[in-house]
């Protein structure tokens, strides 16, 4: 198998008129950081949700590991090894976080390999083993933004997409967020990362691509995206 | 002794009477509440799936009355009996009235759904009357009397066996199903598609199952209360569904719509409202309100409890996410 994990081929996407989606084409190597910057409205969201089968692209393909999976529905792609931790967290309010980590689960079937990963995100966010029967919508948003990786592993992702972490949170959280991207990735999890915080996702990134309404303009590597004075000048303000 | 002191000594009588319509209209309410917790989608034809339920379980009664093995079994058996196939074939009809009425237009506006909802209402009726005409010869159905003991429970109080049953089976479902959704995989499935559908889908959950096996249970449940009806009451028509379906709706709004909890809160106070409200209302009116009157007074005081809690007894306050 090649190296790269993930394409996006020509993908355009579409909400019913708006063209949000323009000839995107990029792609994630195995055990890469990849961040995706470009400011509001540009498509980062809708380039993660495409990936994730939430949005169906109208032309052009998502191949990962070699497959098309387009048109694969969204609950089957969590199978294939693709996790989405989704902007906003989308904590299910009303579960408990041990719960919100049993639908991360869903597709998992074998206990004791859960059982394991139950121990694994809880040794990465002891603050979640802490909390575990509390209802999801009482934690901080720090806390939610835990639960939201969490959950998230707890699928056992080969590819980890991350629609900005650090939204919201206080610098040590911020800090402490980035130090699990780092580890993720050690442990060998490739992650694709969309995020506001340009200059620290590009610190921890081994290549970045830079989107503007709906289309990609720029590619580096993360030190080279941090020289580069459109960058700097844009989104390192 | 006047009249309010005899009403008195009726009153556990009243309270029997009340908790068995109570639970069947719970039982019922929990199917429309767990559909529109997920799909804020009221299910007009829930009210025939119940009929429909209640005609099955009937019909199996006579089936085995008109073999003769009736009189020879134990009635508790063929009670769970009847009752277990109405829940089979209402569950089924439920799972394909969603599948054929429902899915095609769920992403239409909200209006679509609920006219093709009420066009499957207008249909099952009809079907079932044609069957029974057919069958029959009459479109009505008179079940067999399966209890006849009575049991006292206490001095005063000396109720139907099978009210016993009716209530003992309601909570034993109602037990089930707060299992089911608090410990099961696919029941904490529920609560999440009913939360945020989109991020379900995120989490490997396929959620036409979620909805579809949401129908299979709440149609189960109101098939299984459809034949403890008939079994109450004694007889059952194409016709029986609207008004308790009316009634269970209420009451599933009373105790807040979408919430498990407030279903069953809400069905057992309606029955309990309204077999009180149809003793109670003559002589407290002094004659002026008949029994008849017993809805107009159930509604009044359910009326009253909205305009003061508009989200139900135990639904969130109105503006507040969950
Ligand atoms: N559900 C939707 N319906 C219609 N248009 C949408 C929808 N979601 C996003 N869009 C539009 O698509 C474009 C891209 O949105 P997207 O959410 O992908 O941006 P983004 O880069 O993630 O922005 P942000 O940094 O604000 O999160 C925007 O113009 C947006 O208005
Ligand atoms: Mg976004």
């Known amino acids: ?237 | 002794m006047n009249q309010l002191q005899v009403l008195v000594k009726i009153i556990p009588q009243l309270l029997s009477d009340g908790l068995a319509l109570g639970f069947v209209y719970a039982i019922v309410a929990l199917g429309y509440t767990m559909v529109y917790g997920i799909l804020e989608f009221i299910n007009f034809a829930h009210s025939e799936l119940f009929m429909f339920g209640a005609f099955v379980g009937t019909e199996v009664l006579l089936l085995l009355k008109s073999a003769g093995i009736l009189a020879d079994m134990s009635p508790t058996v063929a009670l769970l009996l009847s009752m277990l196939v109405a829940m089979i074939f209402s569950g089924a009809l439920g799972v394909t009235v969603d599948r054929v009425a429902y899915r095609p237009v769920r992403s239409a506006p909200k209006l679509v759904p609920f006219i093709s909802a009420i066009g499957v209402s207008f249909i099952l009726q009809d079907l079932v009357r044609m069957v029974e005409e057919a069958k029959n010869g009459k479109f009505y159905l008179n079940a067999p009397t399966l209890f006849t003991n009575r049991i006292t429970l206490a001095p005063n109080m000396v109720v139907p066996e099978k009210t016993l049953y009716i209530v003992g089976l309601c909570l034993l479902m109602m037990v089930a199903l707060t299992l089911f959704v608090s410990k099961n995989k696919w029941g904490k499935a529920m609560r999440a598609v009913a939360q945020d559908r989109e991020t379900a889908r995120l989490m490997g959950i396929n959620v036409d199952k979620v909805i579809a096996l949401t129908f299979l249970i709440g149609a189960a449940l109101g098939g299984a209360a459809g034949t403890l009806f008939s079994v109450q009451y004694g007889s059952i028509s194409p016709y029986s569904g609207f008004v308790l379906g009316m009634k269970a709706f209420t009451a599933a709004v009373f105790g807040g719509i979408g919430k498990i909890p407030g279903a069953m809160l809400g069905g057992i106070l309606l029955g309990l409202i309204e077999v009180f409200g149809a003793s109670f209302l003559g002589a407290l009116t002094g004659g002026v309100f008949g029994s008849e009157y017993k809805d107009v007074l159930a509604f009044a005081i359910l009326i009253l409890i909205l305009i003061f809690k508009p989200s139900g007894l135990l639904g969130k306050p109105v503006g507040e996410k969950v």
């Open chain 1, 1 to 237: 198998m090649s190296d790269v994990m993930l394409a996006l081929e020509n993908v355009n996407t579409f909400y019913g008129k708006i063209h949000a989606l323009r000839d995107i084409t990029f792609e994630v190597k195995r055990g890469e950081i990849v961040t995706l910057i470009g400011s509001n409205g540009a498509g980062k969201s809708t380039t993660l949700r495409t990936i994730s089968s939430q949005l169906t692209p109208a032309g052009g393909r998502v191949v990962y590991q070699g497959g098309v999976i387009s048109k694969t529905p969204a609950h089957e792609v969590v199978g294939l090894g693709i996790a989405h931790v989704p902007e906003g967290r989308k904590i299910f309010p009303a579960l408990t976080v041990e719960e919100n980590l049993q639908m991360g689960a869903f597709r998992i079937r074998d206990a004791r390999r859960n059982a394991e990963n139950f121990e694994r995100v809880y040794a990465l966010f002891p603050r979640l083993k802490e909390r575990y029967r509390q209802r999801g919508g009482t934690l901080s948003g720090g806390e939610q933004q835990m639960l939201a990786i969490g959950r998230a592993l707890m699928s056992m992702p080969k590819l980890l997409l991350m629609d900005e972490p650090s939204m919201g949170l206080a610098p040590m959280l911020v800090e402490l967020i980035f130090q699990s991207i780092v580890q993720l990735n050690r442990d060998g999890i490739t992650i694709l990362l969309v995020e506001q915080n340009a200059k620290k996702a590009l610190k921890v990134s081994h290549r970045g691509y830079v989107l503007q309404t709906g289309a990609i303009t720029l590619t580096g590597t993360g030190r080279e995206l941090l020289r580069n004075d459109t960058v700097r000048e844009a989104y390192l303000g």
